[in-house]
């Protein structure tokens, strides 16, 4: 079977800005088609997102975020290339790179590039007759993630309600996918309903958490563990903190707007152990800022032994910026987002580097989603272990959460339990 036809167009993302889809036909009539998300607080070091701004191509209406060069780069330099081959996708991913050989895909665009690594991926596992996630993972039990998952958000997802980015939730005592999600599912209810009980106006944010506003992170987190002990959760579900700091990092200080106070990187060093210390904190992601190495590495030596760091602007799904936080320490967790790299199988390299040294993984969306449920399958079958998709609002959020309580009811799975007490 091989690849008759590939078609680049511009679609819509979950928040009506173009982001690009490519449809592949295959030899056998059949159609496969892959969306990519777009993220709103992105690092500096992630692969190369081409958008038409400052082009003839931009649309006007769009603001210049339109995709119809990373659309034209995919009919007209990468369809050619590739029509005629079989699905081999490590080989596909490699002639994607021979089209644009620059480390960030900064000449034809990662969001041609994944769109058309990940339609070539699902085509590969129609081809193979299995699921994406099988298509990975062919032999023994699946391994279903534990969800990660916003209550609350802030930061550049809620129009600065919040400094930081997102509180969070992981079920970690759940016994199943199923459980997990449905606590999940409460808590965020119960806390939409506390707010509005308390006469607090909210927002939808991009991923679906609410945005409610706090004078502090000490008083999110209040709200958020009030919600758990009032559905008898306590010490089932505990909390994680999305602080995003590069975005209010100016000038080598921390600049938290809400709370009006500024911290040089020592302080915010203290500030951050404070939290960890005194809350439930399972996992603390993007403690501080993109390239405050120093900071990363004193905070790890300093945390309690069992608290997940998460790296998400720091790697930014490279290899080479894993290897230099493995080398010094700098965290033990990385997010695992492909659009952040720009083809399936050297982010599932990453991901796997990180597992061979111990690293956690915690495969992501973005803020700007589309429909498309591919993530689940990729989380499952690489076997991440964690997922974070969001909140459990928006059909872009649900159709992952959806797809993942399809995988756990119709295959043979096993759930992750990397919080277990």
């Known amino acids: 079977m091989n690849i008759k036809r590939i078609l680049g167009y511009?679609?819509?993302?979950?928040?009506?800005?173009?982001?690009?889809a490519v449809t592949l036909t295959l030899s056998d009539g059949s159609t496969h088609t892959a969306r990519v998300p777009s993220g709103a607080s992105t690092g500096a070091h992630e692969a190369h997102e081409l958008?038409?701004?400052?082009?003839?191509?931009?649309?006007?209406?769009?603001?210049?975020?339109?995709?119809?060069?990373?659309v034209a780069n995919i009919n007209s330099k990468i369809a050619p290339k590739l029509l005629g081959h079989s699905l081999n996708l490590a080989a596909i991913d490699g002639?994607?790179?021979?089209?644009?050989?620059?480390?960030?895909?900064?000449?034809?665009?990662?969001?041609?590039?994944?769109?058309?690594?990940?339609?070539?991926?699902?085509?590969?596992?129609h081809a193979s007759g299995k699921?994406?996630?099988?298509?990975?993972?062919?032999?023994?039990?699946?391994?279903?993630?534990?969800?990660?998952?916003n209550i609350l958000s802030g930061g550049a997802h809620a129009n600065r309600s919040l400094d930081i980015q997102d509180v969070l939730v992981i079920p970690h005592a759940a016994d199943n996918f199923a459980e997990a999600l449905s606590w999940i599912v409460?808590?965020?209810?119960?806390?939409?309903?506390?707010?509005?009980?308390?006469?607090?106006?909210?927002?939808v944010a991009d991923e679906g958490g609410l945005g409610l506003s706090f004078a502090s992170t000490d008083d999110a987190c209040e709200f958020v563990l009030a919600q758990i002990e009032l559905l008898g959760l306590s010490g089932k579900v505990s909390l994680a903190l999305d602080i995003a700091s590069t975005q209010f990092f100016t000038d080598n200080k921390y600049s938290l707007t809400t709370s009006g106070t500024t911290y040089s990187s020592d302080a915010f060093i203290d500030e951050m152990l404070n939290l960890v210390n005194t809350y439930p904190i399972t996992s603390i992601e993007d403690p501080f800022a993109e390239d405050?190495?120093?900071?990363?590495?004193?905070?790890?030596?300093?945390?309690?032994?069992?608290?997940?760091?998460?790296?998400?602007?720091?790697?930014?799904t490279n290899l080479h910026r894993l290897e230099k936080g493995i080398a010094e320490s700098s965290a033990n967790a990385i997010l695992i987002k492909a659009n952040q790299n720009g083809l399936v199988t050297s982010t599932q390299r990453v991901l796997a580097h990180a597992h061979a040294n111990d690293f956690a993984t915690v495969v992501s969306a973005r803020s700007g989603e589309t429909e498309d449920s591919w993530l689940a399958d990729l989380a499952t079958g690489w076997r991440a272990g964690q997922i974070k998709v969001g909140s459990t609002h928006g059909?872009?959020?649900?159709?992952?959460?959806?797809?993942?309580?399809?995988?756990?009811?119709?295959?043979?799975?096993?759930?992750?339990?990397?919080?277990?007490?």
């Open 10 to 20: 511009q679609v819509l993302d979950s928040r009506g800005r173009p982001t690009v």
């Open 51 to 70: 958008r038409d701004a400052g082009t003839p191509k931009a649309e006007e209406f769009f603001a210049g975020k339109s995709v119809y060069t990373a």
């Open 95 to 125: 002639l994607l790179v021979e089209v644009d050989p620059t480390p960030g895909h900064q000449v034809i665009g990662a969001n041609a590039t994944l769109a058309t690594s990940l339609a070539v991926a699902k085509a590969a596992a």
């Open 131 to 149: 699921s994406l996630a099988r298509y990975f993972q062919p032999e023994g039990k699946l391994l279903i993630p534990m969800p990660m998952v």
């Open 186 to 203: 409460a808590i965020r209810e119960r806390a939409a309903s506390d707010g509005k009980s308390h006469g607090v106006t909210h927002l």
């Open 292 to 316: 405050d190495w120093a900071a990363w590495n004193a905070f790890s030596a300093q945390a309690p032994a069992k608290l997940q760091i998460l790296g998400d602007d720091l790697f930014t």
């Open 395 to 421: 059909a872009e959020r649900t159709a992952k959460w959806n797809r993942l309580l399809e995988l756990e009811a119709t295959e043979e799975t096993e759930f992750a339990k990397p919080f277990s007490q």
